[in-house]
């Protein structure tokens, strides 16, 4: 789990990103989403997101014979077969590692994942988080010691054919892997090739792959040879990153939050391109998971409530100081039920029943667009809840919901006041009014963004990065040639625009196509203009910064 310190109003706290979601592949190279905890049916449930659909619909949703999970304990694999596999760590009866399994068809006919057809000790004592865990075609489980006693990472096989009971080996196998980077996330190959991608802290400043040969050659051992040692096209990253592996050997990036599509995205990067470009890169149906909850350091306020970034209210009690303190309350209050998507943190200290205090979620919200809208004479800003609504905020800052807005991860409004909207699908749609229903456009392409130049054409962040232009609502998209990949972007009063490119960048271009000058400038997940040219931005550590001009300097909101 990860532990990040930050302040709020000038008080230490820290936030702690639950993992509440696991991601694997099946056969069909469909994205399994299993939902441990947080879940309606109060069982863990799969969540499939197909492959033939580039992940924008679902082609399963059950929930499975294992109740919810409250703590990291449980980790989850998916078997050639789309079994469930089950790995229980610690806090066993038997004081050792266990495996459950829950079939995806069961032989007598139950419901998927309804039933459980097997329940074994393993050969495993209790671990920790030092371990990853990673199923093999033949079911064997590969058990990955990130702390091995060796000073290497090491690993060992539990056997299907022992029911698990037993090693392939009695001792350890050990990697070249020094066991002093913890940015390690492992993956089997479809022959059983171990592949390493180092996250962080790389001589490449890119996540590199690391691939380990499981056939002995050229007088090494197995595992012990490399296959690919190797930058990436992906730069560094943090924990909100999965990696997952098909029967190509094509890696697939799973970017659970801080996404620029405000939903779970799919990377794909290519074994033919030696891992250098992505097939795929796209938003799913799957809103951002794993979301963050705050806890407080020690020694502050004793007691404290508020709305979580899921939009659930919690509190933490008297001299409790950890996550066993946090818990769902009430329902959320509507006013400040926002989701954070991109990054924008404010928050309100107001006091709650004399001693307590309560931190708000003020303006929580995926995507801010500056533009003037006039709803009853007033000026009003609009933005995207957690559920991927529209909000409106009026002068005095009170956000409502507007009702039957839909499902939008982007949204701006044109120079006639319509409100153009791109749906969960990365389709473009229109609103006449803030109160009128969504109106499809049939020739929309697939977009992550969309902004307005100054003479009044649209301008589009693809879901291939790139930028694409469209004159009016009824005419065709155009590529921009050599525009760059950006997860960003924004027109300024005098038409430059503004674009953060997919390593946080900022950078300016005179027009679509114009080449781009990258500014200096803090890394940012998102920018944006405000009707007096004052621009937005969002840092990666989420704060809302702005800037009066170019050449300005950030200031913190």
Not at 12 to 40: C, K, M, R
Not at 160 to 188: E, K, Q
Not at 346 to 370: R, W
Not at 461 to 480: E, F, P, Y
Request: glycine content about 8%.
């Amino acid at each position: 789990m990860n532990i990040i310190k930050t302040t709020i109003d000038g008080k230490p706290v820290e936030y702690q990103a639950n993992n509440t979601w696991q991601f694997q592949l099946n056969q069909d190279s469909d994205l399994v989403g299993i939902f441990t905890h947080g879940t309606e049916s109060k069982k863990v449930e799969i969540h499939i997101l197909s492959a033939s659909s580039n992940y924008k619909d679902f082609s399963l949703n059950v929930p499975t014979a294992f109740d919810e999970v409250t703590n990291g304990s449980k980790r989850f694999l998916i078997a050639e077969n789309d079994d469930l596999v089950g790995i229980w760590t610690s806090g066993t009866a038997s004081n050792k590692t266990e495996v459950h399994i829950s079939p995806a068809v069961p032989d007598n006919g139950a419901a998927q994942y309804s039933t459980i057809g097997l329940n074994v000790v393993t050969a495993l004592g209790e671990v920790g988080d030092e371990y990853q865990f990673l199923i093999s075609k033949n079911r064997d489980i590969y058990c990955i010691n990130l702390s091995g006693a060796s000073g290497k990472i090491e690993f060992q096989c539990l056997t299907a054919a022992s029911n698990y009971a037993d090693f392939s080996s009695p001792n350890p196998t050990l990697t070249p892997f020094p066991n002093t980077n913890s940015n390690w996330s492992f993956m089997l190959s479809h022959d059983n090739n171990l592949i390493g991608m180092l996250k962080a802290n790389t001589a490449s400043n890119t996540t590199e792959i690391h691939s380990l040969n499981h056939v002995a050659s050229g007088g090494f051992p197995a595992y012990q040879s490399y296959i690919i040692q190797s930058k990436t096209v992906l730069a560094e990253v943090g924990g909100n990153f999965t990696f997952l592996v098909d029967d190509n050997n094509d890696i697939y990036v799973i970017k659970e939050n801080n996404t620029g599509t405000s939903t779970t995205e799919v990377h794909i990067m290519t074994e033919s391109s030696q891992y250098q470009s992505w097939s795929l890169q796209t938003g799913t149906i799957l809103q951002e998971v794993n979301d963050q909850k705050f806890s407080l350091t020690e020694g502050e306020i004793a007691l404290y409530s508020g709305i979580d970034q899921t939009g659930r209210s919690w509190k933490i009690d008297t001299n409790l100081n950890d996550l066993s303190a946090l818990s769902s309350l009430v329902n959320p209050i509507s006013s400040f039920d926002l989701g954070l998507k991109t990054g924008l943190s404010l928050y309100n200290e107001k006091a709650y029943d004399g001693t307590e205090h309560t931190y708000n979620v003020k303006a929580n919200i995926t995507s801010v667009i500056f533009d003037s809208l006039k709803v009853h004479n007033e000026q009003l800003l609009l933005g995207i809840g957690l559920h991927n609504e529209l909000w409106t905020c009026d002068s005095d800052g009170t956000w409502t919901q507007v009702p039957n807005s839909g499902s939008v991860i982007d949204v701006t409004v044109m120079h006639d006041g319509t409100i153009l909207g791109i749906g969960i699908k990365n389709k473009l749609h229109t609103r006449a009014t803030i109160n009128s229903p969504w109106v499809a456009l049939t020739n929309s392409i697939s977009l992550l963004g969309i902004a307005i130049m100054s003479d009044g054409s649209l301008l589009g962040v693809g879901t291939d990065n790139l930028l694409h232009t469209c004159k009016n609502l009824s005419s065709d998209w155009v590529k921009v040639d050599n525009s760059g990949t950006v997860i960003s972007v924004a027109v300024m009063n005098d038409g430059t625009l503004l674009g953060v490119d997919t390593s946080h960048n900022l950078f300016k271009s005179p027009s679509p196509g114009g080449g781009w000058a990258q500014i200096v400038s803090q890394p940012l997940l998102g920018i944006s203009v405000l009707l007096d040219g004052t621009i937005l931005g969002i840092d990666i550590n989420n704060r809302l910064m702005t800037r009066a001009t170019l050449d300005g300097v950030w200031a913190a909101i």
